[in-house]
């Protein structure tokens, strides 16, 4: 039920690719709550995703950047404060990609430039946001930044591969940039961990299907859903959170704080 938390605001939700995408159900909750957006993705996901729906029936432009290119990035936020009117309020950092995993290679026989690539495209490319938005003055003061995670980041979940190491990066920069547009803006940074999720990002992982129900059983309320998902971002984009930055927040059914659960043993 909207209740107006995000009236006013600009905003800027990156990786909305179908309807499956967590970054689709942000853009529809925050516009639901009286937003205003622009969306934007890689030029090749625009090409074969189905972005342009979502963007007509938000009235949300659609501009498109590579994450991985500063140069884009200029462009993208320069282009957003002209359409929206004004300086932005809030972004949300929804992008995940492993070279290594998508190429199906073993953890102990990664490709280094694959790696690095992946780096590049899931975590650099937050360090490159937030750097970009703060060069040009584009974050209006108490705004708020987002990105999305994974517990891997901090547990051992083997077949996530590369990617424990993009998400540890990713929180990394939330924690040291949260510092300095904290100072600067009373901008804050934070990441939100989330459950698995169907997405095609996720469901790249192999063995997934497995995990989603051992992670639903292991969850005392159960995985958290991307829906669930938007109305946590929201809330974060709100004024409601002023007061919360450099953190790790976990969106994820009390999975985290488990040690064991008799659902997952069949007790
Ligand atoms: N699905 C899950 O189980 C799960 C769980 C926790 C966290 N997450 C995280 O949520 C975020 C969103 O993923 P999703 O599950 O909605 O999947 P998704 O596949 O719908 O979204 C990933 C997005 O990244 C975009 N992207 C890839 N390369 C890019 C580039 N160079 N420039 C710009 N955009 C690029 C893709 O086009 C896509 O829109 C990711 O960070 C993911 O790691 C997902």
Redesign the pocket.
């Known amino acids: 039920m909207p209740n107006n938390l995000l009236a006013g605001k600009r905003g800027v939700i ?5 309807d ?4 689709w159900k942000v853009a529809e909750r925050c516009v639901e709550e009286g937003a205003r957006i622009t969306l934007t ?2 030029p090749v ?1 625009l090409r074969f ?1 189905q972005i342009n729906e979502l963007g007509e029936r938000l009235n949300a432009e659609i501009i498109p ?4 290119l500063v140069e884009d990035m200029e462009k993208l936020f320069q282009q957003s404060m002209d359409v929206l009117g004004g300086k932005i309020d809030f972004v949300l950092h ?4 492993s070279l290594n995993v998508r190429k199906g290679r073993e953890y102990t026989d990664l490709n280094y430039e694959w790696m690095q690539k992946s780096f590049d ?2 975590s650099i ?1 937050f360090h490159k946001m937030m750097q970009t938005l703060w060069k040009l003055d584009a974050m209006n003061d108490w705004g708020s930044i987002l990105a ?3 517990i891997a980041s901090q547990r051992v979940f083997p077949d996530y591969s590369e ?1 424990a190491e993009s998400k540890a990066l990713l929180e990394s920069f939330a924690r040291s940039f949260g510092y300095h547009y904290g100072i600067s803006k009373k901008v804050r940074v934070n990441t939100i961990s ?4 169907m ?4 469901s790249g992982v192999k063995g997934f299907d497995e995990f989603f129900g051992y992670a639903d059983k292991m969850s005392p309320l159960g995985n958290a859903s991307a829906d669930a998902c938007a109305n946590y971002c929201v809330v974060m984009f709100s004024d409601f959170t002023r007061s919360v930055t450099m953190q790790n927040l976990y969106h994820d059914g009390g999975f985290s704080s488990m040690g064991m659960s008799p659902a997952v043993l069949g007790l």
């Open positions: 990156f990786g909305a690719l179908d499956k995408s967590i970054a993705n890689a996901a995703g950047a590579d994450a991985t929804s992008i995940g990609m495209i899931s490319s999305l995670t994974y990617m989330q459950s698995p999720t997405t095609t990002a996720g």
